[in-house]
C-alpha cells in the first residue's frame, strides 16, 4: 500500500467475529487494494462472491483468499448460512461490500445488517477512499435491532469517502428504512 501511496489508518476492534463492511465499491481495484490493506491489519477474512468468479482458473485462488460462492440468481437464504457460520466458529470476519455490485443501485443490500443483528456480533465500517488513498477500518457496533438509527452512524461514518468511481457509488440506505 506505502509504494502506492495509501494510508492505512485504524485498528481491528477486540473480538474475534465480526461482519467488516466495506464501500463504496465501484471498482475492480476495490478488492486487491483491501486484500492488502487487511494483510496489514493481520486479519483472515472470509468474503461472499458472485459464484461466477469461482469457477476455473481461479476458483481454488479464490477460495483459498477466503470466498465464498453466492449464486445471487437463487434465492436461498444467504443471512441465515452466515449467522449460522458465526453461531458454529470460534472466529469469524466476514467482508461483505454492501451495494452488493461495482455499479450503482438504489439501495445497499441490507444481509449484512441482519448477520450481524441476528448473529449478534459487530459490524465493523471500512473503506477504500481513492481521492485521500486511505484505506480505513473504523465504525464499530453492535447493531440495535432499530436500522434507522444504526445507519445514521453508518452514514455519518462514511461521509466524504470517494471510490475510484465516485459516479457509480449507491446512495447510504436501506429498503427496510423507509425512506
Not at 485498528?11 to 490493506?37: E, M, Y
Not at 459487530?122 to 481513492?130: H, K, Q, V
Not at 486511505?134 to 452512524?153: E, H, I
Request: hydrophobic share 40%.
Amino acid at each position: 500500500m506505502w509504494l502506492f501511496g495509501w494510508d492505512v489508518i485504524g485498528q481491528v476492534p477486540p473480538g474475534r467475529k465480526f461482519v467488516l463492511i466495506g464501500a463504496p465499491h465501484t471498482s475492480n481495484w476495490d478488492f486487491p487494494l483491501a486484500l492488502a490493506a487487511l494483510y496489514i491489519f493481520r486479519l483472515k477474512i472470509s468474503w461472499l462472491g458472485k459464484h461466477t468468479l469461482f469457477k476455473k482458473p481461479f476458483g481454488s485462488v479464490m477460495r483459498w483468499l477466503g470466498g465464498i460462492p453466492i449464486n445471487r440468481e437463487i434465492q436461498d437464504n444467504v443471512v441465515d448460512q452466515i449467522v449460522k457460520q458465526f453461531r458454529t466458529s470460534q472466529q469469524l470476519v466476514v467482508v461483505l461490500a454492501p451495494s452488493g455490485t461495482r455499479k450503482k443501485r438504489d439501495y445497499w443490500k441490507s444481509g449484512f445488517y441482519w448477520i450481524a443483528n441476528s448473529a449478534q456480533v459487530p459490524i465493523l465500517c471500512g473503506y477504500l477512499d481513492y481521492y485521500r488513498k486511505k484505506a480505513c477500518l473504523g465504525l464499530s457496533f453492535l447493531p440495535t435491532g432499530d436500522v434507522k438509527k444504526d445507519m445514521d452512524r453508518i452514514r455519518d461514518f462514511y461521509e466524504g469517502v470517494q471510490g475510484k468511481h465516485a459516479d457509480l457509488a449507491t446512495r447510504i440506505r436501506l429498503i427496510d428504512e423507509n425512506t
